[in-house]
């Protein structure tokens, strides 16, 4: 099995500490987490993915929105130069405990936050890095 995400969603991954927007997005997201910090493959792909997938069928669905499509090829450049590799849809990543790392580094630099522009979140987000990622779910066993 591989974990779906969307380019953004590679960072989010990050300061995930079990808030969201519905109860039934933060209990996907939850099972989510496990699966990534356990070690499973993420395969990059465009468009919703498997966090978006509860919110999917409701009226205030974002998911399609240009604005998130173009948070996703920012934090797809922003990922890709990091790495030194492409990330975009198909490219398959394993979320270790070294990949975290320099991701979170780099975010807590903002380095790579260019796709955080505007974001509602950006404030807890903010907290969560500052705070040294303290609480996050996603987390390499
Ligand atoms: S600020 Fe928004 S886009 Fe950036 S990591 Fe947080 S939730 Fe994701």
Redesign the pocket.
């Given at each position: 099995m591989t974990v779906r995400l969307r380019a953004?969603h590679l960072?989010?991954m990050?300061?995930f500490v079990g808030e969201g927007y519905t109860p039934a997005f933060t209990a996907n997201y939850i099972r989510i987490a496990e699966r990534l910090s356990s070690g499973e493959e993420i395969e990059i792909v465009s468009g919703p993915d498997d966090i978006c997938a509860p919110l999917l069928s409701g009226r205030s669905a974002h998911c399609h929105n240009a604005s998130v499509c173009t948070?996703d090829a920012a934090a797809a450049e922003a990922v890709s130069c990091l790495l030194g590799m492409p990330a975009g849809d198909g490219t398959r990543i394993v979320p270790d405990g070294k990949l975290l790392a320099r991701l979170r580094r780099n975010f807590a630099a903002g380095t790579i936050?260019r796709?955080?522009t505007d974001?509602e979140?950006?404030e807890l987000?903010d907290t969560v890095a500052g705070h040294g990622f303290k609480g996050v779910l996603v987390a390499a066993r």
């Amino acid at each position: 099995m591989t974990v779906r995400l969307r380019a953004h969603h590679l960072l989010c991954m990050l300061t995930f500490v079990g808030e969201g927007y519905t109860p039934a997005f933060t209990a996907n997201y939850i099972r989510i987490a496990e699966r990534l910090s356990s070690g499973e493959e993420i395969e990059i792909v465009s468009g919703p993915d498997d966090i978006c997938a509860p919110l999917l069928s409701g009226r205030s669905a974002h998911c399609h929105n240009a604005s998130v499509c173009t948070r996703d090829a920012a934090a797809a450049e922003a990922v890709s130069c990091l790495l030194g590799m492409p990330a975009g849809d198909g490219t398959r990543i394993v979320p270790d405990g070294k990949l975290l790392a320099r991701l979170r580094r780099n975010f807590a630099a903002g380095t790579i936050r260019r796709a955080c522009t505007d974001c509602e979140w950006s404030e807890l987000c903010d907290t969560v890095a500052g705070h040294g990622f303290k609480g996050v779910l996603v987390a390499a066993r």
